[in-house]
């Protein structure tokens, strides 16, 4: 959720008085690249809290299964 708020709150790159950007001419794609290391991160964040959460409970449920 914080991920894609970061996402969509990213402003485009502006051009004030129709000047050429010097950096957005040498990087044009360097907003893609940003967005996507967020992405990535949060993506890479919510594995490991979520194998942090849910492994735990599987631990113990499987020492409760019935042995035969």
Do not use: C
Request: charged share 15%.
């Amino acid at each position: 959720m914080l991920t894609i708020w970061i996402w969509n709150h990213i402003p485009p790159r502006k051009n004030p008085d129709n000047e050429q950007p010097r950096f957005a001419n040498r990087h044009p794609r360097a907003t893609p690249a940003i967005k996507s290391v967020i992405l990535l991160a949060g993506l890479l964040l919510l594995t490991i809290l979520g194998s942090i959460t849910v492994f735990p409970h599987l631990e113990q449920m499987i020492y409760k299964l019935p042995t035969f």
